[in-house]
């Protein structure tokens, strides 16, 4: 069962940007931490963003973000549509990665380890 499916990642220039979606199943979403991370080719899986969630309360809890992308990448959370976003803003080619959405159990969730759903991924290129 697919629980988590993201969408949106293409080629943009740098200084463009971009809006990444993650569609997931009710469940899932409502989980206390949703995240997005990113893989470039032969690097190490990195954390980008997280957004916390009360689910009790419905309310969106603290964002994190990781220092490379801070100031220019929002993540954000529709818990209407069931559905995260990242949006980016100017892109550098350095974002040129695999982006993935996870879900976790962990309220202030950063590393990998603390997700245990995660999405196909979707390709991000920048050119320069």
């Known amino acids: 069962q697919v629980q988590l499916a993201e969408s949106g990642g293409g080629l943009v220039q740098a200084g463009g940007s971009l809006r990444l979606s993650c569609a997931a199943s009710?469940?899932?979403?409502?989980?206390?931490?949703m995240g997005w991370f990113r893989q470039a080719p032969g690097r190490e899986r990195e954390f980008v963003a997280r957004i916390s969630y009360t689910a009790i309360s419905r309310t969106s809890g603290t964002t994190y973000y990781a220092d490379s992308v801070k100031g220019r990448f929002t993540i954000s959370r529709d818990n209407a549509k069931n559905t995260v976003y990242l949006q980016m803003n100017s892109l550098k080619p350095e974002d040129t990665a695999v982006y993935y959405c996870?879900?976790?159990?962990?309220?202030?969730?950063?590393?990998?380890?603390?997700?245990?759903?995660w999405g196909q991924g979707t390709r991000v290129t920048v050119s320069s």
């Open positions: 996870a879900a976790s159990d962990i309220y202030y969730a950063t590393t990998s380890h603390d997700f245990s759903s």
């Open positions: 009710e469940r899932t979403f409502s989980r206390p931490a």
